[in-house]
């Protein structure tokens, strides 16, 4: 019988039939895992409490043949008081889900459970939350490899001017050079508050000042590297945050 | 294995009940051939009559077989509460313990923004629009204990009180019956929280 101990934030989780629920974690250890919590539906469970979502704990999974049971658990902390503010719940499922679907072997997710963990702890702390969001979008491509170059026109060198992005390479291009279609002017504070989040992440980044303008420039950046590298699309904590104008 | 067509349909339907699995539906299948024609007959006459009269209250979005739901058009109940639940099963609930006088008013789901569920998607407006009317003293959220559901009372609370409507939400607390050392602490701290004077 194959155990499997691990720390682990609840990332989703679904109803399974009358009483039982299947739910998506983020282990420290192999990554993402679907494991079922037998009873947890029923409110004397002693699972319903450690599977809700946005919980981070330590967890004791059996592992079947094609899907994890949970055996026990602890709790270490629960980031759901997020849940009294729209917004800030919903970005902390956005980060969630966007650890469901760009996580995709199984492996230890160290680095990955960390950054996580930090923009959880920054979501709850921080007065501006769109912020926090951006930097968990870069931080994340940093950690997936996909990190975007930024160091002047890929294409002649030119560290001065305006320019303008290629999603499709990752990569900077000035007006002067030829730039493919998918490509789209990126203003200059963008790529200088990139640049910081890349270099500095969640560090001091409360004295990092994000106007909304420049933020969805970083989002779209973001999402576009994910698209072209991942083929990560339609998620729905997105819809959710562009359908109640948080982004 | 090698069933007559019709027997494999109806054990291909009884599968599609929640937590019915390929044996119990062999098992019904065959109850349901033992059965005398008459009440086999009744039996899917229920289903389907359930199926086709049953709608959504055209106020409160309860089960109903009518326009307006038992509960709404019963003139004994305190207009003056109103009792927000996520599904209408939930209101069938409340309702067994007897002692709730009020109205309900049924969501249809909680907010959960990685489902894309969010307050549109919900009979909020309805709620609203309910309220404005201005009959109502006391809005009872009864949405469940969980994430969503606290985030959906959250949400509920926050364009409710602007109208000058007191808010209350369900104790959260001990499971009656239950040992104390049993209890994991968030329902611990959420009963420590909750707790009132004797
Ligand atoms: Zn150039
Ligand atoms: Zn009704």
């Known amino acids: 019988?194959?155990?499997?101990?691990?720390?682990?934030?609840?990332?989703?989780?679904?109803?399974?039939?009358?009483?039982?629920?299947?739910?998506?974690?983020?282990?420290r250890e192999?990554?993402?895992?679907?494991?079922?919590?037998?009873?947890?539906?029923?409110?004397?469970?002693?699972?319903?409490?450690?599977?809700e979502p946005l919980t981070l704990g330590r967890f004791l999974l059996h592992q079947g043949r094609t899907l994890y049971t949970f055996i026990q658990g602890e709790r270490i902390k629960s980031y759901a008081k997020l849940n009294s503010d729209l917004e800030r719940l919903a970005y902390a499922q956005y980060f969630c889900e966007l650890c469901e679907r760009t996580l995709l072997e199984v492996r230890p997710a160290d680095a990955m459970f960390m950054l996580l963990l930090t923009a959880l702890?920054?979501?709850?702390?921080?007065?501006?939350?769109?912020?926090?969001?951006?930097?968990?979008?870069?931080?994340?491509?940093?950690?997936?490899?996909?990190?975007?170059?930024?160091?002047?026109?890929?294409s002649c060198g030119s560290t001065s001017g305006s320019y303008r992005f290629d999603p499709t390479e990752g990569i900077l291009l000035c007006a002067t050079c030829p730039h493919p279609v998918e490509s789209y002017p990126v203003s200059a504070?963008?790529?200088?508050?990139?640049?910081?989040?890349?270099?500095?992440?969640f560090h001091k980044l409360s004295v990092c000042v994000i106007p909304k303008?420049?933020?969805?420039?970083?989002?779209?950046?973001?999402m576009d590297m994910l698209t072209h590298s991942l083929g990560v699309t339609n998620l729905k904590s997105l819809d959710f945050l562009l359908k109640?104008?948080?982004? | 294995m090698f069933y007559p067509e019709s027997i494999a349909n109806l054990i291909e339907s009884f599968q599609k009940l929640p937590g019915v699995g390929p044996k119990t539906a062999q098992r019904l299948a065959f109850f349901v051939l033992t059965l005398p024609r008459e009440e086999?007959?009744?039996?899917?006459?229920?289903?389907?009559?359930?199926k086709d009269k049953t709608r959504y209250c055209r106020i409160c979005g309860n089960f109903t077989d009518s326009e307006v739901c038992t509960v709404c058009a019963d003139k004994r109940r305190d207009s003056s509460v109103i009792c927000v639940?996520?599904?209408?099963?939930?209101?069938?609930?409340?309702?067994?313990?007897?002692?709730?006088?009020?109205?309900?008013?049924?969501?249809g789901g909680a907010i959960s923004p990685i489902d894309g569920i969010g307050p549109d998607q919900l009979r909020m407006r309805e709620l609203l629009e309910r309220l404005k009317k201005g009959r109502t003293q006391e809005v009872i959220l009864a949405t469940n204990p969980t994430v969503e559901g606290e985030a959906t009372a959250f949400y509920v609370a926050r364009i409710v009180k602007p109208l000058g409507i007191r808010v209350t939400r369900l104790a959260h607390g001990l499971p009656v019956g239950g040992d104390l050392e049993y209890a994991d602490e968030v329902t611990l701290s959420r009963a420590l929280e909750g707790r009132r004077e004797l």
Do not use: W
Not at chain 1, 122 to 142: G, N, Y
Not at chain 1, 189 to 197: D, E, H, I, S
Not at chain 1, 244 to 247: A, E, L, M, P, Q
Not at chain 2, 85 to 107: C, I, N, S, T
């Open chain 1, 30 to 51: 192999v990554g993402i895992v679907t494991a079922v919590a037998r009873g947890s539906r029923k409110t004397k469970s002693k699972f319903s409490a450690l599977v």
């Open chain 2, 40 to 50: 086999v007959v009744q039996m899917a006459r229920a289903m389907v009559n359930a």
């Open chain 1, 213 to 222: 303008a420049v933020g969805q420039e970083i989002h779209r950046i973001s």
């Open chain 1, 1 to 27: 019988m194959a155990e499997l101990r691990c720390h682990a934030v609840v990332l989703r989780v679904r109803s399974l039939g009358e009483a039982d629920k299947m739910v998506t974690l983020l282990t």
């Open chain 1, 121 to 154: 702890e920054a979501l709850e702390q921080d007065k501006d939350p769109a912020r926090v969001a951006r930097c968990f979008e870069i931080s994340l491509l940093d950690e997936l490899g996909i990190r975007p170059a930024l160091e002047g026109c890929r």
């Open chain 1, 189 to 201: 504070p963008t790529v200088a508050t990139t640049k910081r989040l890349l270099e500095f992440g």
């Open chain 1, 244 to 247: 109640t104008g948080f982004i």
């Open chain 2, 85 to 107: 639940v996520q599904d209408a099963r939930d209101v069938m609930a409340l309702e067994r313990m007897r002692e709730f006088k009020g109205l309900y008013h049924v969501l």
